[in-house]
């Protein structure tokens, strides 16, 4: 179990798992807390070595990098518990955010649980949380389900089985499918329900259209559609 004073400590302790949320845009946005974590832990598990290494050495800082990703997670899990059972402190991060939302994080997290080693939040930035802040709908519940399969038939589902939701609706979307999902949502949820799409929250495009599903395609197709999208569907009745 972990005690209140490794929640509090700005110095990793042996053999204990760092869960270190990282800026999703501006650097600056990563806490104190994190950037000691992340300078004194024994191993950073990291998704990209080449993004962590790159954010590493802007803050000055030198660290054992292993690739913890979607294709190597359980393995990777595996032998990073090891290293924390042998008093090694390990903090995993994710590209950008906060690791295990809709980024690898869970596997290493439940293994740890599972043999009783000390797991740390060490809280931050998230995408979600950042949009759902400043978008304007309601949060006084919401429903987050990552990324949708990639096809209609499946989204489509997804949007006709919470058309009714009381509450408010977080996915994230990739560049690629934006478009089509935003009209996917007109057309099952019709052009009035209340949405946001944001994208590159925190960097230096940031945008967010807010309002009628109708009229913030109009807006969207507008723009560049490079870039992380975060989307939010209030729920059926809700007026801006």
Excluded: W
Excluded at 16 to 21: D, E, G, I, S
Excluded at 208 to 234: H, N
């Amino acid at each position: 179990m972990t005690t209140p004073a490794a929640n509090a400590s700005f110095t990793p302790l042996p053999g204990h798992l760092y869960v270190v949320a990282t800026p999703i845009g501006n650097l600056g946005d990563l806490t104190d807390r994190a950037r000691a974590i992340l300078g004194a832990v024994d191993v950073v598990a990291c998704e990209d070595t080449r993004t962590t290494g790159t954010m590493l050495t802007r803050l000055g800082l030198h660290r054992e990098l292993v690739p913890y990703h979607d294709h190597n997670e359980t393995e990777a899990a595996d032998k990073l518990v090891e290293l924390i059972s042998q008093g090694k402190s390990v903090a995993v991060v994710s590209d950008a955010g906060t690791p295990g939302l809709s980024d690898p994080g869970f596997r290493i997290v439940r293994a740890c649980r599972r043999r009783q080693l000390p797991v740390v939040p060490v809280p931050g930035p998230s995408a979600v949380i950042a949009v759902l802040s400043a978008a304007g709908l309601p949060t006084n519940g919401f429903l987050f389900a990552g990324f949708l399969p990639p096809k209609t038939a499946a989204r489509t589902a997804f949007l006709e089985r919470h058309r009714d939701f009381d509450y408010t609706i977080a996915l994230y979307e990739s560049c690629h499918r934006i478009e089509k999902f935003a009209t996917e949502i007109v057309h099952t949820l019709g052009s009035e329900r209340v949405i946001c799409i944001a994208k590159e929250v925190t960097k230096i495009h940031e945008t967010f259209l807010t309002g009628s599903a109708g009229d913030v395609v109009a807006q969207l197709l507008k723009l560049s559609l490079k870039g992380e999208f975060v989307v939010l569907i209030a729920p059926k009745d809700f007026v801006l």
